[in-house]
């Protein structure tokens, strides 16, 4: 005749390392949740999008004096601006 073993659930080693999983990962997400209540997101607080358009025309005027050499050329005998792609 079998002998049952009568221990109780929480006395197995494979209960908990079935249970470690999701517990850990609740609590990472708990964690996850504090972090992003307690700390604001710096980029929503500046008007990032002006300073990029700001940054953006800064480069565009550094950039219509180096044209390529075919469309300075160009430019040099028609009179007309190169047209940028």
């Given at each position: 005749m079998e002998t049952l073993d009568t221990q109780p659930w929480w006395k197995f080693g494979h209960?908990?390392?079935?249970?470690?999983g999701p517990?850990?990962?609740v609590i990472a997400s708990f964690i996850t949740l504090y972090l992003?209540?307690?700390?604001?997101?710096?980029?929503?607080d500046e008007d990032y999008y002006r300073k990029g358009?700001?940054?953006?025309?800064?480069?565009?005027?550094?950039?219509?004096?180096?044209?390529?050499?075919?469309q300075a050329r160009n430019h040099a005998a028609t009179g007309m601006k190169p047209i940028q792609h």
């Open positions: 209960v908990w390392l079935i249970i470690s517990l850990i990962v992003a209540i307690s700390r604001p997101d710096p980029v929503t358009i700001e940054i953006n025309k800064t480069l565009n005027e550094q950039r219509d004096g180096l044209a390529p050499a075919a």
